[in-house]
């Protein structure tokens, strides 16, 4: 193999080192504009944006050529030194001259690459001024702004022209809107006809600001649209309409246009200023570039090649030094000669024996390589930094990988079970955490051309780790074994001893986690025989355990005892299964409840030769169970009582309410659908009649159940007192003193207490044919008397309460007063006032809630019924809703009205 010149070694180092230039210029690049995302697209945008990058290339080419003339010198001194020996004048003189023109070398070439820098500075500054993307869009933009304006002004000509010349301010309309469509599609598509390339891309205020522009232009376009062809044109349309139209989608059109121009200014005004920041950082990225670049340069001229140069020199002048030293040592050589010639004689004879060793050892490996094959194994050596694997020749066959696929890291991967070899990489990096010099792993594989119906095999790895100087795993060197074999027995192996050990152990481990003793007792001896589990059991010594019935039967207590005996003599008799509950008393230990299981045996002429059983301690779970029975006893007549307490609770309320008959009388064609959660109720509603003015309340007061209650009759007792009493019936001041009264009896001003109440009044006027309301938080619905087209939008009505409830209210809403609407009842056909419980009850197929809006729906959509109807059908929407997975969650009170 010819050797590697100094020329071509030089040459090579300089343009690897050349290369540096470009690479960290393209990182500055993007540093300033392309967020560091070097791909190739990117390198090529850099070059168009950044033409310096052109000349910055040639570094390495540039750089090559310096160290290979170097290179190039270094190469003829060595071939000058042949003439040391010949004629030492001449070479002196060569190599005189050799050095002289590496230091002119040394010279010219820092100035030839500072030169092409420069040029190539100014000729950037040239190809800078020559980006006109942004100039191309500032263009088209400000001509979109003038177009814009003049669309508007042959717009507005339209309506207050004559035919004549209306038919030219239309065609200069059309001419106008349609390179204003070619204007946006140039800005937006970014198409080549007005010289923007569409490699260009917007920052992202410019692009927020063109998904703005977008919504105005479509107007505009829309709007002259409906200026040339409205939509409502019809034949024998009045000329005064149309002119009305017109009038009317000019200004609408007058409003675009200046929202679009605005819109079109702040984008110029981005395209500007991004315009400006792209020139100034160009010019930064430009003399960084340069300047760092020269430094390279000089200092590699300053520090690199000078002093190269001079330890070359110095080699030069060291090389003669040697060469008078070499003629000393060459005359003791040939003294040593002889000497050498013997130790030659002893090499081959050396030789010889090393010749015979690895014939020895050749044999040896192929008794190994056999072994391995006998024994399923490969060995193999697994460089972990660049992943190649070298191993013996049957691992791949071991691996049933096909003939003549390689095998290495990647093959590795695909044949191993996923699991495991998450498994093995885990094990090789836990490993290395311990500076583990060993590593014993499992696994499963099988080869991708091997249908998945082959069983995975199971293989052993042994490996031995090798470690770099910073620690770091970078060399596996081991054996792989198939083992699917060993696995298969050691399975069954393993299957038979947990049997045979399972079946010794099973019982008596069961026995000590069930607290289970068996026994075996002889009838005639009556001696007992107990499992081992007496002792753990029990906690009793061996020498203690009762060995005969009498000793056993003495443990049991007395009261138990003729219970036991006369289970015993029944299960002998019948022939059955023996098994009772009775308390023990273990010396030494508290009072323990056994359950015994057991059942008699009997030779083949039905005479009783034993008894089989078990023990069980089931002290804890006695004890549980009469602890819990006697609890349960003691909840169930609390709760009992409560239950009775409620009812009666429910009682008063209801009275204190009275009865929809009683309703019926002041409010002839009504409904009430009141269905609390519990027993007792939150919400409640409240009627009365007073000097013909007739008043209906629906309240929700904080919480429902016994709270709620609490709150609704405190809520009923006020209103008897404002509205009977004190003869209070316009709405509005009926919740202001009730407001009050709350406040003042919660004493909420210094207590804290935020309890209260939402509710709607409304207040029928028959005399002055008014319906009034007022709301804290509740609304009223009312159906129109006259219905029209439309569905419920035209035909429903929804007035919402004040959004501040009764009681709890903050210092900022304090003093606020609630609202009074007057209606009137010409327009009104039915009403109704309702809680929140029904529109918030959760339930159907998804277990939303009903929302409020399906719940006007619903109301609006059985309006016509009768009231009866309506609250039949309010009642089967709600259980379908609920069905059987959802419960109520809240109390529920509606009331309908026809007036």
């Known amino acids: 193999m010819t050797p590697i010149s100094n020329t071509q070694r030089y040459t090579l180092g300089g343009f690897l080192f050349g290369l540096l230039f470009p ?34 290339d040639s570094a390495p080419f540039v750089l090559g050529g310096a160290f290979g003339t170097i290179g190039f010198y270094i190469d003829r001194l060595k071939e000058n030194s042949d003439l040391r020996h010949s004629n030492i004048e001449k070479y002196n003189a060569k190599n005189k001259a050799i050095i002289q023109r590496m230091r002119l070398a040394n010279t010219f070439f820092p100035i030839l690459i500072g030169l092409i820098l420069v040029a190539g500075f100014l000729l950037l500054q040239d190809f800078s001024y020559k980006e006109q993307d942004d100039i191309h869009l500032i263009k088209i933009g400000s001509n979109q702004s003038t177009l814009s304006q003049k669309i508007l002004y042959h717009s507005s000509r339209i309506p207050v022209t004559l035919e004549k010349e209306r038919i030219r301010h239309i065609d200069s309309l059309l001419i106008a809107l349609k390179n204003f469509k070619e204007g946006h599609e140039n800005l937006t598509q970014k198409s080549f006809t007005l010289g923007i390339s569409k490699e260009h891309q917007n920052s992202q205020s410019v692009r927020d600001a063109f998904d703005t522009l977008a919504s105005s232009y479509e107007n505009i376009v829309i709007g002259i649209d409906e200026l040339l062809n409205p939509t409502f044109a019809i034949e024998n349309v009045d000329s005064l309409s149309l002119q009305n139209h017109e009038a009317k989608t000019v200004r609408t059109l007058e409003k675009n246009q200046e929202e679009f121009s605005s819109r079109m200014q702040s984008i110029i005004n981005n395209y500007e200023q991004e315009a400006k920041d792209k020139v100034t950082n160009l010019k930064i990225v430009q003399f960084v570039v340069v300047v760092v670049i020269m430094i390279f340069v000089i200092a590699l001229s300053v520090f690199g090649l000078k002093p190269m140069i001079e330890r070359v020199k110095q080699a030069f002048f060291d090389v003669e030094e040697a060469n008078a030293k070499s003629i000393l040592k060459n005359e003791r050589l040939e003294a040593s000669q002889e000497e050498l010639r013997m130790n030659a004689e002893e090499l081959r004879s050396i030789n010889d024996n090393l010749l015979s060793a690895q014939d020895e050892i050749e044999q040896k490996q192929d008794l190994l390589n056999r072994a391995e094959k006998m024994a ?125 050990e399972k079946n010794k152990e099973r019982l008596e481990e069961s026995q000590l986690l069930a607290k289970i003793v068996s026994y075996d007792m002889n009838i005639e001896s009556e001696e007992i025989e107990w499992s081992a589990s007496f002792e753990g059991i029990f906690q009793i010594d061996k020498k203690d355990f009762p060995n005969s019935l009498e000793e056993f039967r003495s443990w049991i207590e007395p009261k138990d005892l003729k219970r036991v005996v006369k289970k015993w003599e029944e299960a002998i008799e019948n ?85 929809t008959r009683e309703m ?236």
């Open 664 to 899: 019926k009388s002041i409010f002839k064609d009504s409904f009430v659908f009141f269905t609390p959660k519990d027993i007792v109720s939150g919400d409640f509603f409240w009627y009365a009649e007073v000097d013909n003015r007739k008043v209906i309340i629906v309240a929700d007061c904080t919480g429902h159940g016994v709270p709620g209650a609490f709150m609704s009759l405190l809520g009923i007792t006020l209103l008897n007192e404002i509205v009977k009493h004190h003869k209070i019936t316009k709405p509005s001041e009926i919740l202001d003193t009730l407001q009050r009264e709350i406040i003042d009896i919660l004493k909420q001003k210094t207590t804290g207490n935020k309890d209260g109440m939402d509710i709607s009044i409304a207040v029928i006027d028959s005399e002055r044919k008014i319906l009034e309301f007022a709301g804290a938080k509740n609304p009223l619905v009312y159906m129109h008397k006259k219905r029209q087209r439309g569905g419920e939008e035209k035909n429903m009505t929804v007035i919402k309460g004040d959004a501040v409830s009764i009681g709890g209210r903050n210092k900022k809403v304090q003093d606020k007063k609630y609202t009074n609407h007057v209606i009137d009842l010409e327009e009104v056909e039915t009403f109704y006032l309702y809680s929140d419980g029904y529109q918030d009850q959760f339930g159907g197929e998804e277990g939303r809630k009903f929302m409020s809006k399906r719940f006007r729906s619903l109301l609006y959509e059985t309006s016509t019924s009768s009231m009866l109807h309506q609250r039949r059908a309010l009642k089967m929407t709600l259980m379908d809703w609920i069905g059987t997975e959802q419960k109520q969650i809240d109390d529920i009170c509606i009331i309908g009205i026809t007036v």
């Open 376 to 500: 399923k194994m490969g060995s193999f050596v697994w460089d972990l930094e660049t992943e190649l694997i070298t191993h013996s020749d049957n691992l791949p066959s071991i691996y049933r990988l096909e003939k003549g696929q390689k095998f290495n890291s990647a093959t590795f991967r695909e044949i191993v079970h996923p699991e495991d070899y998450k498994i093995n990489q885990l094990a090789l990096a836990e490993a290395a955490t311990r500076n583990q010099k060993e590593l014993l792993t499992h696994y499963r594989a099988r080869p991708t051309h091997l249908s998945e119906k082959e069983d995975w095999k199971h293989y052993r790895a042994f490996s031995l780790i090798n470690y770099n100087n910073e620690g770091e795993p970078y060399l596996l060197i081991g054996t792989a074994q198939d083992v699917t074999q060993e696995i298969v027995q050691n399975e069954k192996v393993k299957i038979l001893f947990d049997n045979v």
């Open 23 to 56: 690479f960290f210029s393209w990182i500055l690049d993007g540093l300033f504009f392309h967020e560091m995302s070097l791909s190739l697209e990117t390198v090529v945008q850099i070059h168009r944006i950044n033409p310096i990058h052109f000349v910055i």
């Open 575 to 659: 022939k059955e299964k023996f098994s009772e509950v009775y308390r023990i008393h273990v010396p030494k230990r508290a009072t323990l409840y056994i359950k015994e299981k057991a059942y008699p045996s009997f030779d083949e002429n039905d005479i009783l030769i034993g008894k089989r059983g078990t023990l069980q301690d089931i002290t804890k779970s006695e004890i549980f169970r009469l602890n819990i029975e006697q609890k349960s006893r003691l909840i169930k007549q609390q709760n009992d009582n409560f239950v009775s307490s409620v009812n009666y609770a429910q009682r008063i309320q209801f009275a204190l309410l009275g009865s």
